[in-house]
């Protein structure tokens, strides 16, 4: 793929909103365990999306809604 000597993994995943939910706790439980301190900011940065992912589906944003504006 072309990416030299970085060895950088990425993983996108897609689910229903109850299971981001049920994910989000897990992260969490297994975050606070501290059983895992190489994956701290890991668990940190799928806090953040999940989160963040979450609350979009929740509260979806209204900028763009409703009816266009006349010029």
Partial sequence: MG???????FCNV??????????LSLVTVLRESGAHPNLDLVFQYMLL??????????????WGAGEPTKH
């Fill in 14 to 23: 897609q689910m229903p909103l109850g299971q981001g939910r049920e994910l």
């Fill in 49 to 62: 999306e999940l989160k963040m992912s979450i609350e979009s589906v929740e509260n979806p944003p209204t």
């Fill in 3 to 9: 990416r030299g000597d970085d060895d950088t993994v």
